[in-house]
């Protein structure tokens, strides 16, 4: 986990035609999304790829993640559940998901453009040839530290994606192996319903 210190950055959409200034609070985030490595550990199970990011995680198993996460540190969950409906407990000290307002302050670290460094040296994209995610850490991280933020995998954040909508689809960000350079951008945003799985979607844990 990197710590992200409380700071501000102006949001745009996706064409970047409209910005508005967020504030975010310190808060931890993962270094590298979830591996698949890490996912085998808590479910008892072997790894073909240990270093690759665990993908066709559904947006209610990546918050059972966390859970137990959390559980397998000793700490306090942060999720609550009444069959598909997910409470958060903001008081607990356990793992979560990021907002959309923390992922995107976290993934551009200062930066103003539209990434935080040539897409093609920061990002696995369609440019690659990948027909699979590729390892973590392969390319240059951020002035967080972070890696991968953009390209290789998409990765689920907390929000709902449209909150004024009747959906539950849930928001993921950053763009993925299987996206041309251009559409892998720190204002990129897709959705899934809840219970929906894609080849290539991760997810990044957050805490506090």
Do not use: K
Request: aromatic share 8%.
């Amino acid at each position: 986990m990197a710590r992200i210190p409380a700071g501000r950055v102006l949001r745009a959409d996706l064409r970047g035609a409209e910005r508005r200034e967020i504030v975010v609070d310190s808060f931890e985030i993962g270094v590298y999304a979830i591996t698949e490595e890490q996912m085998a550990e808590l479910l008892g199970i072997p790894s073909r790829h240990p270093r690759r990011p665990a993908t066709n995680l559904s947006w209610l198993r990546a918050i059972r993640l966390c859970n137990a996460l959390s559980e397998w540190e000793g700490l306090d969950p942060v999720y609550s559940f009444d069959g598909e409906v997910v409470t958060g407990d903001p008081d607990s000290d356990g793992f979560r998901l990021p907002t959309e307002d923390e992922w995107e302050y976290a993934c551009r670290a200062g930066s103003t453009s539209s990434a935080y460094g040539p897409v093609r040296e920061v990002a696995w994209t369609a440019a690659d040839g990948l027909r699979a995610p590729a390892e973590v850490g392969g390319r240059m991280p951020n002035l967080h530290g972070l890696f991968d933020t953009l390209g290789n995998v998409w990765e689920w954040c907390a929000d709902l994606y449209d909150p004024e909508g009747e959906s539950d689809a849930r928001v993921f960000r950053g763009g993925g192996w299987s996206d041309a350079p251009a559409q892998v951008r720190a204002t990129a945003r897709r959705g899934g319903r809840q219970r929906d799985a894609f080849d290539d979607v991760g997810v990044r844990i957050a805490r506090g």
